[in-house]
């Protein structure tokens, strides 16, 4: 079975544009998590959806982060614009439902110049 | 919100030396997850325990929900053990996030 994919795995971008990052959950799973990984934060939650619906966005951390779920087997993070304070390794994780173990995907490393 | 802390922050072994790495968290918790991140980046699911004992091959995991710690048996290390494991909770009546502890740098030397 194919694990979580991101895509892309490494993105390089000037500070103001737009960046997205992709996700497939594993199929079958109901619940996909974004979670961000910094030398300083470790790593942390940033929303949740669970059957497609965001259930908790409270670690977004501004305004210019939105995320979306359109249908079960994709989610995107956006960024826009983008800052050098967002360089991060960006990491999508799927569940079976909530409350379930989760699974990585390898995640999307992201470096804003 | 739950706290975890992860003891010891470094390790240092000699190949084919065991290890026990601890984590201990704050309240009571739904699930507890150990990881493994390797040095690729790539997060490694090892055990999925919020209580009790598990085994898989040279690792085990025991978790006591009631005195709020969990330990990693790391036994026979190999290189490829090296990397960074992490303890995740999940606590809290309606909280489904995972909350990571700053976890535990692992090196195995030949």
């Known amino acids: 079975d194919a694990g979580v994919i991101q895509s892309p795995r490494h993105e390089v971008t000037e500070m103001g544009q737009e960046v997205t990052l992709r996700c497939k959950p594993i199929s079958g799973h109901n619940s996909l998590f974004w979670y961000r990984q910094t030398m300083m934060r470790g790593l942390e939650l940033l929303i949740y959806?669970?059957?497609?619906?965001?259930?908790?966005d409270s670690g977004m951390p501004e305004d210019r982060f939105s995320a979306k779920m359109p249908n079960a087997s994709f989610s995107t993070l956006k960024i826009q614009p983008s800052e050098p304070r967002d360089s991060a390794v960006y990491f999508c994780?799927?569940?079976?439902?909530?409350?379930?173990?989760?699974?990585f995907g390898p995640g999307t490393r992201l470096t804003v110049t | 919100g739950i706290q975890v802390e992860q003891s010891p922050p470094d390790l240092i072994l000699q190949e084919g030396a065991n290890s026990t790495l601890r984590c201990n968290f704050s309240?009571?918790?739904?699930?507890l997850q150990w990881f493994h991140q390797n040095p690729w980046g790539q997060l490694i699911n090892l055990f999925y325990?919020?209580?009790g004992t598990k085994q898989n091959g040279r690792l085990s995991a025991t978790t006591v929900a009631t005195e709020r710690y969990s330990l990693l048996y790391i036994s026979s290390s190999q290189t490829t053990d090296s990397g960074v494991y992490f303890c995740?909770?999940?606590?809290?009546?309606?909280?489904?996030?995972?909350?990571f502890g700053k976890g535990t740098k692992l090196s195995v030397i030949p």
């Open positions: 994780a799927s569940s079976l439902a909530l409350g379930y173990e989760q699974y």
């Open positions: 995740a909770v999940e606590g809290g009546a309606g909280s489904y996030q995972l909350t």
């Open positions: 325990i919020p209580s």
């Open positions: 309240d009571s918790v739904n699930n």
């Open positions: 959806f669970n059957n497609n619906v965001p259930i908790d």
